[in-house]
């Protein structure tokens, strides 16, 4: 009995409703007579940086990034919320700096507390091909089972996540370099150990790589076969961060990736470098857009897919 008054009331604290804020932003059939939207014109999928790059004013557009590291979640998010896009939506995949090899993080095992962010957001007969799916609902239910250590947020909680709500940038020009430093030296080379940008790929990001350029073609056809329209963009990064990319380590990573779906005849738009659009000004660090540059950035890329002719 104690335990389970004890681990209710750890799903109520911020550190618990962080992981699972995201699912808040999916239209769900629960409750559907008073508040379901369809007809979605455009939506966006992809990891933390499209979460951060996307905000939808004055047309029926959804954000549905779900924060993954790598693009098997999109198509299951694609899967279960395609119906809910009028026919002949546009969907945008981004591109971001290690989107191209992202299939190398398949290699390894994601733990329960990441999983459980994405497993709010699917539908259970989706859910229950995951090869964790039993311990994933079991989590889901019970996190105190698996995390005995989360009592500690009973008495000290972390902040509840406002990211979202950020305007402006927080950050003195020393911090952002500082935080750029930090994305390269201490979470992407360590995470795809890799040595220097500059390089060639090695053996395994090369697989990673193919892994990757697979499940995007998969997300195309899945598009494409139900007439929808897929569009890729590759997001903006702040100064301090592009300077880390040389023009190699930009046609390693992005340009050469971007290229093959060009090759398919899907439109493509590339804003990686795109001076309107690494002003510090429309961050809050290194990486992630802040509310204003969200909105500054979301009115081009709208205007310029019109422009194309896939956005009515």
């Not at 995201?22 to 499209?50: C, D, H, M, T, W």
């Not at 060639?200 to 073609?217: A, F, H, N, W, Y």
């Not at 056809?221 to 190699?248: D, H, N, W």
Request: aromatic residues 16%; hydrophobic residues 40%.
């Amino acid at each position: 009995m104690i335990f389970i008054v004890l681990n209710k009331l750890v799903k109520k604290t911020n550190w618990w409703n962080n992981n699972t804020a995201l699912s808040k932003q999916f239209v769900s059939n629960n409750g559907y007579r008073s508040n379901l939207q369809r007809n979605y014109e455009i939506v966006n999928v992809g990891s933390n940086p499209a979460r951060f790059a996307f905000f939808y004013e004055d047309i029926r557009g959804q954000n549905w990034s779900s924060g993954t590291q790598g693009l098997d979640m999109d198509l299951e998010v694609l899967r279960f919320y395609h119906s809910f896009m009028k026919q002949g939506a546009t969907v945008i995949l981004p591109i971001v700096a290690f989107s191209s090899v992202s299939g190398y993080l398949n290699r390894y095992p994601s733990g329960k507390h990441y999983l459980a962010k994405f497993a709010s957001i699917l539908d259970g007969l989706q859910i229950k091909y995951h090869p964790k799916f039993k311990d994933l609902c079991s989590y889901m239910q019970y996190p105190l089972l698996y995390n005995f250590s989360a009592l500690r947020y009973l008495v000290k909680d972390t902040e509840p996540d406002r990211r979202l709500d950020i305007s402006e940038q927080p950050m003195q020009a020393i911090e952002m370099e500082e935080n750029a430093r930090w994305w390269i030296e201490k979470c992407w080379k360590p995470e795809f150990n890799i040595r220097s940008l500059d390089e060639p790929l090695t053996k395994e990001l090369q697989e990673g790589r193919d892994v990757s350029i697979l499940m995007m073609c998969n997300m195309i056809e899945f598009l494409r076969e139900r007439g929808y329209k897929p569009f890729i963009v590759s997001l903006p990064m702040s100064a301090a961060l592009c300077a880390y990319f040389t023009p190699q380590a930009y046609e390693t990573y992005i340009r050469s990736f971007i290229r093959i779906f060009e090759q398919m005849g899907i439109p493509c738009l590339d804003y990686t470098y795109d001076i309107r659009f690494t002003k510090h000004e429309y961050y809050f660090n290194a990486l992630f857009m802040n509310l204003k540059g969200r909105k500054v950035f979301t009115r081009q890329v709208l205007e310029d897919i019109k422009q194309i002719g896939t956005l009515d």
